[in-house]
C-alpha cells in the first residue's frame, strides 16, 4: 500500500462537476490519489466536511502601486494571510503601468514586492498608455513570462483609456495570444454627473451611487464588448453590478461573441442605501462600479439569474482595501471630502468564499458544485491556471479548503484578518464557514489560525485558454487588426 505524505478522510469531495465521498491523498504538494482507505503520514478526519478546491480570487487589488506614489496598504503577506482565512489559495493582483511612462520598471518593483508573497499569484497588467514609447516592444516579453490578461480602465483619472486607445489595446492582445479583462463605466459620463451633484449641493458619499447609476455601466458594457467584435478579441467583464449589465452580456453570448464576465459579493449583499449613513459611515461602503438600490432585491436576484444562466461565470471579490483612518485611508482628504475625492473600494479577500456559500448554497440559489465552478475552477480556467489550480485531481496542486456547510458566522472585522481596519460586512450573518485551508500541501489555516510563511507563494505563469482564443470572425471579412 502507498505511503502518502497527508490523508483526506471521510469528507464530501466536491469538484465543478460532481460530488463524492473519499479520501484525498497528497504528497509532494500535489494531489496524489483518489480512493477509499488510503494511508498518510498525518490523516485528516473530513466527516462532515465538503473538501473542496482553494478559492481563486482572480481580481483583487494588493500592494498595487499607484502614479501619486502611493502604495495600497494591503501588502502581499496581509493579504496571504486574510485569504488563506477565507478558503482562498490563489489571487491575482494588479501590475501598474503609468501614463508617459514604460511598464519594465514597474512591473519589476512589483515582482520584488510580491516575492514575499505567502500565498500562489498570477498578475493582471494594468494598461493605461498604449502610445507609450517602447510598449509594442515591452508587451511581447511581459506576455512571453506568462502575463496574459491585460486590464484596461474605461474611467477613472489618470487610468481611463479613449476608444482609439482601447482599440490599440485589443488589437495587441489579439497578436499576442493575451485576454482583455475591462472596468467598464461611462468616464464622461461620470464626471458630467459628479459636477452636477455637487453644484446640487450634494457632497456626500451617497452621491456616489448617483454619480454612476446603471445606465453609465450598461453603455461603457455595450461599447467594450462592440469594439471587441469590431477587432475580434475575447473580453473579461469585470465586477458586473446588476442584471440590466449581465442582459448586454447575454445579448453578446447569443451573437457568438467570445466573452466572460464576474461579479462580486459587495453586489450581494449592499446596497446604494448603505453610503447614505451619518456622516463618514458611508463611505466604508463606496465601490464602483456601486451597489444598487438598497432595499430593492431585485438587483441581486438579477445577477443570480445571471449566474445561473452561464452569464456571469466567476465571483472574485474586487479587494480593494482602504482603511477610514491612516494616511492611505479614505479619511486623506479629511471627513468632510466630497464623494469624488474618497478612495472607493471595498475589502472582501477573506469574505468572498463565504458570502458566495452563504447567498448561493445555503440560500438553495445554486449547489456545491456551482459554488467551486464560480470560486475557484472557472478563474483557473479563465486565467490559464487550469489544471494545475481549481480542481480536485491527481496532478493538480494540493490546494483543499475543508468546508462546514452547516456552520453560522457572524463576520467581523477581526475575522478578516486583513489590513484593514473594517470590513463592510460587519455583522453579517453567513452559514458556511472554512474550517481549515491547505496550500500545495501545507496546512495554512486551522479554525482561523492561519500559519503564512513569507516567500512561500510562487509566481504562476499563465497560458492562453482555449476558450479566449479569437474565433476568426471580422466585420464585412476585413480584419484591421491585420494592418494596425
Known amino acids: 500500500m502507498q505511503n502518502f505524505d497527508l490523508v483526506i478522510r471521510g469528507g464530501t469531495v466536491v469538484t465543478a462537476a460532481d460530488s463524492f465521498e473519499c479520501d484525498v491523498a497528497i504528497r509532494d504538494g500535489r494531489i496524489a490519489a483518489l480512493g477509499n482507505g488510503l494511508a498518510g503520514d498525518r490523516i485528516i478526519d473530513a466527516k462532515g466536511l465538503l473538501v473542496m478546491p482553494g478559492g481563486v480570487d482572480s481580481h483583487c487589488h494588493i500592494e498595487q502601486l499607484e502614479a501619486d506614489g502611493s502604495i495600497h496598504e494591503e501588502t502581499f503577506t496581509t493579504a496571504g494571510i486574510s485569504a488563506f482565512a477565507g478558503g482562498t489559495t490563489t489571487v491575482i493582483p494588479f501590475a501598474p503601468q503609468f501614463k508617459g511612462q514604460p511598464i519594465r520598471e514597474k512591473l519589476a518593483e512589483y515582482r520584488r514586492r510580491a516575492a514575499l508573497s505567502p500565498i500562489d499569484y498570477s498578475f493582471h497588467q494594468i494598461i493605461t498608455d498604449p502610445d507609450a514609447e517602447g510598449l509594442a516592444e515591452e508587451l511581447p516579453e511581459i506576455v512571453a513570462s506568462g502575463i496574459r490578461s491585460l486590464k484596461v480602465f474605461l474611467t477613472y483619472d489618470p487610468l481611463?483609456?479613449?476608444?482609439?486607445?482601447?482599440?490599440?489595446?485589443?488589437?495587441?492582445?489579439?497578436?499576442?495570444?493575451?485576454?482583455?479583462?475591462?472596468?467598464?463605466?461611462?468616464?464622461?459620463?461620470?464626471r458630467w454627473r459628479s459636477e452636477a451633484l455637487l453644484k446640487a449641493g450634494l457632497p456626500g458619499p451617497a452621491s456616489h451611487a448617483l454619480s454612476r447609476p446603471k445606465v453609465v455601466e450598461r453603455e461603457a458594457t455595450y461599447r467594450a464588448i462592440a469594439l471587441s467584435e469590431l477587432v475580434d478579441q475575447p473580453i473579461h467583464i469585470f465586477h458586473v453590478s446588476c442584471g440590466e449589465v449581465a442582459e448586454e452580456i447575454t445579448r453578446a453570448k447569443r451573437r457568438g461573441v467570445k466573452i466572460t464576465a464576474e461579479t462580486c459579493p459587495q453586489y450581494m449583499v449592499l446596497g446604494a442605501g448603505d453610503m447614505d449613513r451619518p456622516g463618514f459611515e458611508g463611505a466604508k461602503f463606496m465601490c464602483s462600479p456601486s451597489p444598487r438600490a438598497a432595499g430593492d432585491a431585485s438587483d441581486a436576484e438579477g445577477l443570480w439569474a445571471a449566474i445561473t444562466a452561464g452569464t456571469l461565470d466567476i465571483i472574485s471579490s474586487d479587494h480593494c482595501g482602504y482603511s477610514i483612518e491612516g494616511n492611505r485611508g479614505k479619511k486623506i482628504n479629511g471627513a468632510d471630502a466630497d464623494f469624488t475625492r474618497i478612495p472607493n473600494g471595498v475589502p472582501g479577500l477573506a469574505a468572498r468564499m463565504a458570502i458566495t456559500f452563504s447567498e448561493g448554497v445555503s440560500a438553495g440559489r445554486i449547489d456545491a458544485s456551482?459554488?467551486?465552478?464560480?470560486?475557484?475552477?472557472?478563474?483557473?480556467?479563465?486565467?490559464?491556471?487550469?489544471?494545475?489550480?481549481?480542481?480536485?485531481?491527481?496532478?493538480?496542486?494540493?490546494?483543499?479548503?475543508?468546508?462546514?456547510?452547516?456552520?453560522?458566522?457572524?463576520?467581523?472585522?477581526?475575522?478578516?484578518?486583513?489590513?484593514?481596519?473594517?470590513?463592510?460586512?460587519?455583522?453579517?450573518k453567513v452559514t458556511g464557514w472554512p474550517v481549515m485551508t491547505i496550500a500545495r500541501g501545507k496546512l495554512v489555516m486551522e479554525d482561523g489560525k492561519v500559519s503564512a510563511t513569507a516567500g512561500a507563494g510562487e509566481f504562476l505563469p499563465a497560458s492562453l485558454s482555449p476558450a479566449m482564443k479569437p474565433r476568426g470572425v471580422v466585420p464585412d471579412d476585413f480584419d484591421a487588426a491585420a494592418f494596425s
Not at 398 to 427: C, F, K, S
Open 370 to 428: 456551482d459554488f467551486v465552478r464560480l470560486t475557484a475552477t472557472n478563474p483557473a480556467k479563465r486565467f490559464g491556471l487550469y489544471p494545475r489550480k481549481g480542481l480536485i485531481a491527481p496532478g493538480a496542486d494540493a490546494d483543499i479548503v475543508l468546508w462546514d456547510p452547516g456552520r453560522q458566522v457572524t463576520l467581523t472585522n477581526q475575522l478578516m484578518q486583513h489590513a484593514i481596519d473594517y470590513t463592510p460586512y460587519e455583522g453579517l
Open 160 to 190: 481611463h483609456l479613449d476608444d482609439r486607445q482601447y482599440l490599440k489595446v485589443l488589437t495587441a492582445a489579439k497578436k499576442l495570444g493575451a485576454i482583455i479583462t475591462i472596468h467598464c463605466e461611462n468616464y464622461e459620463a461620470i
